[in-house]
């Protein structure tokens, strides 16, 4: 209970029938599995598809490697996006914007509320695609 309209978001995403989609809501609650969920669609399907954590997205960003083929790559997974300072935010922002301009797939999970999501960032979401709350409680544990 509570995932059932981001499962069937995530489905249209994984059939091609959505391009963008913003899962948001508390933890625990299958953001990052239907994420999961969506990257292995597009494998079985032929396509290419990488999930990313944002922090881990972060780090290599910070040591100076390439996240070239993130640009690019036919769908992106961006779990768990939240960034600490203003340079951060202006990377993720600055990929988003990139495949916005490209029209590639775009899937982020983030567990905080849309206020917590930059204007523009918002904006291209409701352009290109959905947001959804997930409202499922925290199932980690059970």
């Given at each position: 209970?509570?995932?059932?309209?981001?499962?069937?978001?995530?489905?249209?995403?994984?059939?091609?029938?959505?391009p963008?989609?913003?899962?948001?809501?508390?933890?625990?609650n299958?953001?990052?599995?239907?994420?999961?969920g969506?990257?292995?669609?597009?494998?079985?399907?032929?396509?290419?598809?990488k999930?990313e954590?944002?922090?881990?997205?972060?780090?290599?960003?910070?040591e100076?490697e390439?996240?070239?083929?993130?640009?690019?790559i036919?769908?992106?997974?961006?779990?768990?996006?939240?960034?600490?300072?203003?340079?951060?935010?202006?990377?993720?922002?600055?990929?988003?914007?990139?495949?916005?301009i490209?029209?590639?797939?775009?899937?982020?999970?983030?567990?905080?509320?849309?206020?917590?999501?930059?204007?523009?960032?918002?904006?291209?979401?409701?352009?290109?695609?959905?947001?959804?709350?997930?409202?499922?409680?925290?199932?980690?544990g059970?």
């Amino acid at each position: 209970k509570g995932t059932e309209k981001a499962l069937s978001a995530t489905w249209e995403l994984a059939q091609g029938k959505l391009p963008w989609l913003l899962l948001y809501g508390g933890v625990g609650n299958g953001k990052t599995r239907l994420g999961f969920g969506v990257a292995l669609e597009f494998i079985r399907a032929g396509k290419r598809a990488k999930w990313e954590y944002c922090f881990s997205l972060l780090k290599k960003l910070r040591e100076h490697e390439s996240i070239k083929e993130l640009e690019l790559i036919p769908l992106l997974v961006l779990d768990e996006y939240l960034w600490a300072t203003p340079w951060e935010g202006q990377q993720l922002e600055a990929l988003i914007n990139l495949r916005y301009i490209r029209k590639l797939p775009l899937l982020i999970t983030a567990n905080v509320n849309l206020e917590a999501i930059p204007i523009p960032v918002l904006s291209r979401f409701k352009e290109m695609g959905k947001t959804v709350e997930v409202t499922a409680s925290d199932q980690r544990g059970r």
